[in-house]
């Protein structure tokens, strides 16, 4: 099975010396299913920038990715991004 979804996310910096930056996945677009470690692999575009990646369910529930600065430019924390999640493994 696959699927496709897209929607606007905030970026957050996860804290401390070289934390990474993350969109949230709403609820609703996260896939349903996890593989290893709670990674869906996807394919992501964020604004334009399109990678291979995987998305991963945190302990509290919440679904990320991660966005390396490759493909946010000069967005940083508390921006707003466009992302298309694809994803072939369910």
Do not use: C
């Not at 998305?55 to 924390?77: F, H, Q, S």
């Not at 508390?78 to 994803?87: A, E, M, N, T």
């Amino acid at each position: 099975m696959s699927y496709e979804v897209e929607f606007i996310s905030a970026l957050f910096k996860y804290p401390g010396a070289g934390g990474w930056v993350f969109a949230t996945v709403p609820d609703e677009y996260a896939p349903s299913v996890t593989l290893a470690w709670g990674r869906v692999p996807a394919i992501a575009n964020v604004d334009g920038y399109e990678w291979k990646t995987s998305v991963w369910r945190e302990k509290t529930g919440r679904t990320l990715l991660a966005v390396p600065k490759r493909a946010r430019g000069d967005k940083g924390d508390g921006d707003q991004v466009k992302v298309r999640l694809s994803f072939s493994t369910v």
